[in-house]
């Protein structure tokens, strides 16, 4: 990727410590017992549940191991990836993705306005999926989105279409287990997830010149519902901890799965879970491999807070907002420098206090 220009280099508050404190305490949670519930020797679906919540409240992200996703699988892909990526970049572009084009290649992303260190392919886990053409609401176009699948390796596609339907599976596992953890039926999510958005994204990270002042994605939180990431044993992702805002590097387990809390569950639950923010730096010496799994609802759908976890004494702390806009809004800022911070959930949040002190309307007030 060349040297670290200016285009990639951190504000000084953001740059990454050369010191790393290690995921002291984010849960690793064994999933086992929803392969074999009646085992005596596992603990029970009701000691899981409690493991889950305490997760999401406490960090917004734990890890999974005897998850149920063959391992066969996860060595398939990532063997193609590295095939993919180690082609000449004129042969990555031919399926570049662009502002028209929502998935293939791409290596000129920006987080916060600042380049990441990275270069990634997209994937949608149907042979098409429908998304808003535009953030603007006057807008009624919904474009199919298409695969673009590379000629090399011929492997690629088959791997990627078989590693997502297995994860897919997991996914489902655990949106029922943390509807329990919130005291709701455990097909609660299920009617969000019929005609479910489901994309996978390869990451590759290539050895950076001066990881001191770049990040292979700059801190952010996950707009979906739902991540599921594997990550290789070089490792660099970091999670801000909740109790003392610190970025806390999560280390590498063998065949074991990160999974996050993203904005739409943090709407869902009416902040009982966060979303929380994450980045992930590089190194000078190793290039480093991962392969997050978003799982969302439908473009149509409409996020607001579940009326079983507002109530009088606890209302409801967000507007509606529509997924597909809100996403497309997002996206723009993958491809270009914006002016200002990208949308954000936090845009939603009811202000009816401030609103009665200084009269000042609220970004969705119409």
Same mark, same amino acid.
């Given at each position: 990727?060349? +040297?670290?220009?200016?285009?990639?280099?951190?504000? #000084?508050?953001?740059?990454?410590?050369?010191?790393?404190?290690?995921?002291?305490?984010?849960?690793?949670?064994?999933?086992?017992?929803?392969?074999?519930?009646?085992?005596?020797?596992?603990?029970?679906?009701?000691?899981?549940?409690?493991?889950?919540?305490?997760?999401?409240? %406490?960090?917004?992200?734990?890890?999974?191991?005897?998850?149920?996703?063959?391992?066969?699988?996860?060595?398939?892909?990532?063997?193609?990836?590295?095939?993919?990526?180690?082609?000449?970049?004129?042969?990555?572009?031919?399926?570049?993705?662009?502002?028209?084009?929502?998935?293939?290649?791409?290596? /000129? +992303?920006?987080?916060?306005?600042?380049?990441?260190?990275?270069?990634?392919?997209?994937?949608?886990?149907?042979?098409?999926?429908?998304?808003?053409?535009?953030?603007?609401?006057?807008?009624?176009?919904?474009?199919?989105?298409?695969?673009?699948?590379?000629? &090399?390796?011929? +492997?690629?596609?088959?791997?990627?279409?078989? &590693?997502?339907?297995?994860?897919?599976?997991?996914?489902?596992?655990?949106? +029922?287990?943390?509807?329990?953890?919130?005291?709701?039926?455990?097909? *609660?999510?299920?009617?969000?997830?019929?005609?479910?958005? *489901?994309?996978?994204?390869?990451?590759?990270?290539?050895?950076?010149?001066?990881?001191?002042?770049?990040?292979?994605?700059?801190?952010?939180?996950?707009?979906?519902?739902?991540?599921?990431?594997?990550?290789?044993?070089?490792?660099?992702?970091?999670? %801000?901890?909740?109790?003392?805002?610190?970025?806390?590097? #999560? %280390?590498?387990?063998?065949?074991?799965? #990160? #999974? /996050?809390?993203?904005?739409?569950?943090?709407?869902?639950?009416?902040?009982? &879970?966060?979303?929380?923010?994450?980045?992930?730096?590089?190194?000078?010496?190793?290039?480093?491999?991962?392969?997050?799994?978003?799982?969302?609802?439908?473009?149509?759908?409409?996020? *607001?807070?579940?009326?079983?976890?507002?109530?009088?004494? /606890?209302?409801?702390?967000?507007?509606?907002?529509?997924?597909?806009?809100?996403?497309?809004?997002?996206?723009?800022?993958?491809?270009?420098?914006?002016?200002?911070?990208?949308?954000?959930?936090?845009?939603?949040?009811?202000?009816?206090?401030? /609103?009665?002190?200084?009269?000042?309307?609220?970004?969705?007030?119409?």
């Amino acid at each position: 990727m060349g +040297e670290a220009d200016e285009a990639f280099v951190q504000a #000084i508050e953001h740059r990454p410590k050369l010191s790393v404190t290690e995921d002291e305490g984010i849960p690793l949670i064994d999933l086992s017992p929803l392969s074999f519930p009646n085992d005596a020797n596992t603990k029970n679906i009701d000691d899981l549940v409690v493991e889950i919540g305490n997760a999401c409240k %406490k960090w917004g992200f734990f890890q999974v191991i005897n998850h149920g996703v063959p391992l066969e699988k996860r060595q398939k892909i990532e063997d193609a990836m590295r095939k993919f990526f180690a082609q000449p970049l004129e042969e990555k572009r031919k399926v570049r993705k662009d502002e028209k084009k929502a998935v293939g290649y791409y290596d /000129n +992303e920006h987080t916060k306005n600042v380049r990441d260190w990275k270069e990634v392919f997209d994937f949608v886990a149907d042979k098409r999926i429908l998304m808003a053409a535009s953030h603007e609401p006057e807008d009624k176009e919904v474009p199919e989105t298409l695969n673009q699948w590379p000629d &090399y390796p011929p +492997e690629l596609r088959e791997s990627c279409e078989e &590693y997502a339907r297995e994860v897919e599976k997991l996914a489902y596992k655990l949106m +029922e287990l943390i509807a329990l953890s919130l005291g709701l039926p455990a097909s *609660r999510f299920s009617g969000f997830f019929e005609d479910p958005t *489901r994309s996978v994204r390869l990451n590759h990270y290539p050895p950076c010149p001066a990881p001191h002042l770049a990040l292979g994605v700059g801190r952010h939180k996950d707009p979906g519902a739902l991540t599921i990431l594997a990550q290789d044993d070089v490792g660099g992702l970091e999670v %801000k901890r909740k109790s003392d805002g610190e970025w806390v590097r #999560i %280390k590498p387990t063998p065949d074991a799965y #990160i #999974i /996050n809390v993203g904005d739409i569950l943090q709407v869902w639950s009416n902040d009982v &879970y966060e979303s929380v923010e994450h980045r992930v730096t590089v190194n000078s010496e190793k290039e480093r491999f991962s392969t997050p799994f978003f799982f969302s609802p439908p473009h149509y759908t409409m996020v *607001r807070p579940l009326d079983e976890l507002t109530s009088e004494q /606890n209302p409801a702390k967000y507007r509606a907002y529509n997924l597909g806009k809100f996403l497309a809004t997002r996206r723009q800022s993958n491809f270009k420098k914006l002016d200002v911070e990208n949308i954000q959930i936090s845009h939603f949040k009811v202000q009816e206090l401030a /609103n009665e002190l200084d009269g000042a309307l609220s970004i969705n007030k119409t």
